[in-house]
C-alpha cells in the first residue's frame, strides 16, 4: 500500500493531473484572428481549478497568478490543450502549474505557447479557510517542482511584503497632500 492509501491526508500529484481542450472560435479572438490574452488566462485560472479541487477536494479561489509569457500566439481554428498539477500543498494553499500547447488541426503540429503557476486557497461555503492534505512528489521531475514552488512562494511573500508597504507609504503620502493628519 502507497502512503498515499494508508493517509488520506497525502495525495499525489497524479491524482490532481487535469487537462482540458478548446478549440479557438471567432468569439475568442482579437481582429487579428489570435486568441486573446484574457481568454487564455481564463481557461488557465478553470484548468488550474480543475487540478486544486482534485487535491483540496473542497472549494478554491484563485490567490495569485504569477505573470505568464505568451510565447506564442494561439490562431483562430487551433486546439488549445491545456495541462495542470498541484505543484506543492501548504497548509491551506496549493501551487498549481498549468502548461498550454496549440495545435494546427490541418498540419498537426503541437507548440507550447504558454505555463503559469497559480496559488488556490481552499475555503468552505463560508469562505473559511480549510486545511489541505499535503502532497507526496514521486518522480524526479515532481521531486524538482516541489523543490521549486517552495523558492517561489518564498518569493511571492517577499513581494507582496514589498507591495505592502509602497501602499502604505503612497497613502500616506497622499493624506500628508491632502492635509489630513
Ligand atoms: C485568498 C484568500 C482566501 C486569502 O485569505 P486571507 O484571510 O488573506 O488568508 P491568509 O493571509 O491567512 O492566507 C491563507 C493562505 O493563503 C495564501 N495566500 C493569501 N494571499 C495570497 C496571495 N496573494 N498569493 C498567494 N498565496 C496567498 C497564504 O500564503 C496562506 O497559505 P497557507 O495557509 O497555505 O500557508 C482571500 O484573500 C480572498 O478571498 N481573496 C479573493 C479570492 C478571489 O476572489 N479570487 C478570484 C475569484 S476565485
Redesign the pocket.
Known amino acids: 500500500m502507497s502512503s498515499s492509501e494508508s493517509n488520506p491526508m497525502v495525495r499525489t500529484v497524479a491524482g490532481t493531473q487535469s487537462e482540458m481542450t478548446e478549440i479557438i472560435l471567432p468569439n475568442d479572438t482579437n481582429i487579428l484572428g489570435n486568441l486573446l490574452g484574457g481568454r487564455l488566462m481564463h481557461f488557465i485560472?478553470l484548468t488550474g481549478?480543475m487540478a486544486a479541487y482534485r487535491h483540496s477536494r473542497t472549494h478554491?479561489?484563485?490567490?495569485?497568478m504569477d505573470h505568464i509569457d505568451f510565447i506564442r500566439p494561439v490562431r483562430l481554428g487551433e486546439l488549445v490543450t491545456l495541462k495542470s498539477s498541484v505543484n506543492r500543498?501548504?497548509?491551506?494553499?496549493?501551487e498549481v502549474g498549468v502548461k498550454v500547447w496549440a495545435e494546427n488541426t490541418r498540419t498537426g503540429s503541437v507548440v507550447h505557447v504558454a505555463s503559469a503557476y497559480l496559488?488556490f486557497?481552499a475555503?468552505d461555503d463560508q469562505?473559511r479557510?480549510q486545511k489541505?492534505p499535503q502532497l507526496l512528489p514521486e518522480t524526479p521531475d515532481e521531486i524538482r517542482r516541489y523543490a521549486d514552488a517552495l523558492r517561489r512562494?518564498k518569493h511571492?511573500?517577499a513581494e507582496?511584503a514589498r507591495r505592502k508597504e509602497e501602499r502604505l507609504a503612497t497613502n500616506a503620502q497622499e493624506e500628508a497632500a491632502a492635509g489630513n493628519p
Not at 478554491?60 to 495569485?64: F, G, L, M, N, R
Not at 500543498?89 to 496549493?94: E, G, K, L, N
Open positions: 485560472d481549478a478554491v479561489v484563485t490567490a495569485s500543498a501548504f497548509a491551506h494553499s496549493m496559488v486557497v475555503v469562505g479557510l489541505v512562494r511571492r511573500e507582496s
